[in-house]
T-cell receptor
Framework: DTGVSQDPRHKITKRGQNVTFRCDPI?????LYWYRQTLGQGPEFLTY????????KSRLLSDRFSAERPKGSFSTLEIQRTEQGDSAMYLC??????????FGPGTRLTVT | AQSVTQLGSHVSVSEGALVLLRCNYSSSVPPYLFWYVQYPNQGLQLLLKYTSAATLVKGINGFEAEFKKSETSFHLTKPSAHMSDAAEYFCAVSVDTGFQKLVFGTGTRLLVSP
């Protein structure tokens, strides 16, 4: 068990650029979650997958955001036309059905 | 909708003193409750969880929490603080058995002085 990993750990981008983050869950976990955490706040749920199916999306996930988990293993979160308000820590978590979530170290996005 | 409120954005204690971090929840159905800890530039680590078995839940690193339905509370305690306990602590609630979505509080930063 190597834990949940995320790449990159830090990303600085200019407003209007597209960015993509990757999350590799714990290998046997069939659920994968994305959260966003802004400074001084707790994480906010964005979306989750069970295997390759995206089962729920928060209203926080605007049209500029898209997440995929093509083979039920790793997942990507893409933000198109980034805005300064997108600056945050993006956290990925994974779990077995009915079990607690294990979080990765996060990707810190800074939009300049 | 379910929510949690963490009273006190910062709590300061001396090393060896009692740690008490407060969490109150709001839920129309029996909740599942969690405490997570976050160290600087790291992800969240689960300290403990309440899933309707025992109301007093013991977690890692000497932490425990008690579920009190009458007070809608799930406060986190540790008898004796250690310098390594300094971190951000988050209370979270889920109302589905699959824990599909966690709703987090705003967090409490614990400061431990020598």
């Amino acid at each position: 068990d190597t834990g949940v990993s995320q790449d990159p750990r830090h990303k600085i981008t200019k407003r209007g650029q597209n960015v993509t983050f990757r999350c590799d869950p714990i290998s046997e976990h069939n659920r994968l979650y994305w959260y966003r955490q802004t400074l001084g706040q707790g994480p906010e749920f964005l979306t989750y997958f069970q295997n390759e199916a995206q089962l729920e999306k928060s209203r926080l996930l605007s049209d500029r955001f898209s997440a995929e988990r093509p083979k039920g293993s790793f997942s990507t979160l893409e933000i198109q036309r980034t805005e300064q308000g997108d600056s945050a820590m993006y956290l990925c978590a994974s779990s077995l059905v009915g079990s607690e979530q294990y979080f990765g170290p996060g990707t810190r996005l800074t939009v300049t | 909708a379910q929510s949690v409120t963490q009273l006190g954005s910062h709590v300061s204690v001396s090393e060896g003193a009692l740690v008490l971090l407060r969490c109150n929840y709001s839920s129309s159905v029996p909740p599942y409750l969690f405490w997570y800890v976050q160290y600087p530039n790291q992800g969240l680590q689960l300290l403990l969880k309440y899933t309707s078995a025992a109301t007093l839940v013991k977690g890692i690193n000497g932490f425990e929490a008690e579920f009190k339905k009458s007070e809608t509370s799930f406060h986190l305690t540790k008898p004796s603080a250690h310098m390594s306990d300094a971190a951000e602590y988050f209370c979270a609630v889920s109302v589905d058995t699959g824990f599909q979505k966690l709703v987090f509080g705003t967090g409490t930063r614990l400061l431990v002085s020598p």
